[in-house]
Nanobody, 115 residues
Framework: QVQLVESGGGSVQAGGSLRLSCAAS????????MGWYRQGPDNQRELVAT???????KYGDSVKGRFTISRDNAKNMVYLQMNSLKSEDTAVYYC?????????WGQGTQVTVSS
């Protein structure tokens, strides 16, 4: 059974910071690319950040310079450090694991930024 479990969401003031965590099980974590996506009030799923098995990162334009994705293969964990949060960052954030045709998703964690 593959499981991706997000944690760390919550409510924060604009300008504040939050760190999301995703714990993976049931996969050979080290070979998967990991990512964070979000769905805001418009209900569209948007790329936030990805990190390959080799540590190469990619960010959505709206979060570049503010968010940082990282992974710890020894712990089967991926993180999203979110700084300088804006009200537009309010969304449900989903953890993703991808390898070839395999594509798994977590249940999501709510992030609410008030201004």
């Amino acid at each position: 059974q593959v499981q991706l479990v997000e944690s760390g969401g919550g409510s924060v003031q604009a300008g504040g910071s939050l760190r999301l965590s995703c714990a993976a099980s049931g996969i050979l974590f080290s070979i998967y690319s990991m990512g964070w996506y979000r769905q805001g009030p418009d209900n569209q799923r948007e790329l936030v950040a990805t990190i390959t098995s080799g540590g190469r990162t990619k960010y959505g334009d709206s979060v570049k310079g503010r968010f940082t994705i990282s992974r710890d293969n020894a712990k089967n964990m991926v993180y999203l450090q979110m700084n300088s949060l804006k009200s537009e960052d309010t969304a449900v954030y989903y953890c993703n694991a991808r390898w070839n045709t395999y594509d798994y998703w977590g249940q999501g964690t709510q992030v609410t930024v008030s201004s």
